[in-house]
């Protein structure tokens, strides 16, 4: 399976974005789907993540920074995932991934990565 990531681009602080992670195979068999961000100097942290009864029970996670702003979502009858980015702020700048496994917390062998997609919000 390959990840497709997509939906990056500028926006203005305060405007959406959506992201698109689309597979080529089916995504039922990954417990856990995340995107993540990654800045400058910076490892990637966890910005949100559902899951499929894996890690974290049936249920969606985001990080403090960014709760009440943004929205993910999981169909796996299309194999996709998308993240609702609403309210931006510039300190969501950042090359968002998007990641499929076993669990969302912590790398594990056999995770699936996309390629990373550019989002600047600019004040």
């Known amino acids: 399976v390959q990840l497709q990531a997509s939906g990056g681009g500028w926006v203005q602080a305060g405007g959406s974005l959506r992201l698109s992670c689309a597979a080529s195979?089916?995504?039922?068999?990954?417990?856990?789907v995340g995107w993540y961000r990654q800045t400058p100097g910076s490892q990637r942290e966890l910005v949100a993540g559902?899951?499929?009864?894996?890690?974290?029970?049936?249920?969606?996670f985001y990080a403090d920074s960014v709760k009440g702003r943004f929205t993910i979502s999981r169909d796996n009858a299309k194999d996709t995932v998308t993240l609702q980015m609403n309210s931006l702020k510039p300190e969501d700048t950042g090359v968002y991934y998007c990641?499929?496994?076993?669990?969302?917390?912590?790398?594990?062998?056999?995770?699936?990565w996309g390629q990373g997609t550019l989002v600047t919000v600019s004040s």
């Open positions: 990641k499929m496994g076993v669990t969302m917390f912590v790398s594990r062998r056999g995770d699936i």
């Open positions: 195979g089916s995504i039922r068999n990954f417990n856990d």
């Open positions: 559902i899951s499929n009864g894996g890690s974290a029970g049936r249920g969606d």
